[in-house]
């Protein structure tokens, strides 16, 4: 059984829908901690009313990567039993850019959902981002947490149409709808093993 940590800064509804689907899909892991760098995060209600531990580690103040800060995620982790051996870490809305030493100390048990179709569009506002471009198509990704911003081995991906009329609002609704789908399917793919790293490309086994 894996161990799952979900970092979240807000609203959490990526993490409600991984909770909500860890036991309706019957996926192996234990949902041990929620972690919010935000005291006020909407998520870390709806996680104590789901049953789900949570912990907050305030970021306010700490800009830019900050490995003093992660050594302090790193030290909630180890009390709640996520060790590089046995854990899976998963961002989920978590705002803020972590430090080489902890990807390094997590390696390829660190994921991300992307509000967009990498390696376009990384970053912030995505979705703004897509709507101003002119894309005709966009869409979400999950993958692995590497050292660069959004840059890591791609484990799912799903596509959504951007209408012409899109604003940031309506296009971001649809592509969170698809989110909900494809975090929990790439958990569930970690948690049984069936994802493979070769040449920096994630491949299903
Ligand atoms: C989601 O749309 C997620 O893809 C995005 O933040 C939102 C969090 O919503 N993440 C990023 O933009 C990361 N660069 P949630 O708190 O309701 O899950």
Known sequence: MINLAIL???RGSNMKAILKSLKKDKIPANPVVVI??????IGLEIAQKMGVRTEVIDSQGIKGQSWE????I???????????????ICLAGFMRIISPEF?????DRIMN?????????PGIHAQQQ????????????????DVGIDTGSIILQSVVKVKDNDTEK???ERILREEHKIYPRAIRLFCENKIRIKDRKAFRV
């Open 130 to 145: 897509a709507v101003e471009y002119g894309v005709k198509y966009s869409g979400c990704t999950v993958h692995f947490v």
């Open 8 to 10: 979240i800064s807000g």
């Open 170 to 172: 309506t296009l971001s």
């Open 74 to 88: 790193i030290t909630v982790l180890e009390k709640y039993n996520v060790t590089p051996e046995n854990g899976l």
């Open 103 to 107: 990807v390094n100390r997590y390696k």
């Open 113 to 121: 959902i992307h509000p967009a179709l990498l390696p376009s569009f």
């Open 69 to 72: 800060y992660d050594k302090k």
């Open 36 to 41: 919010s760098n935000k005291p006020m995060a």
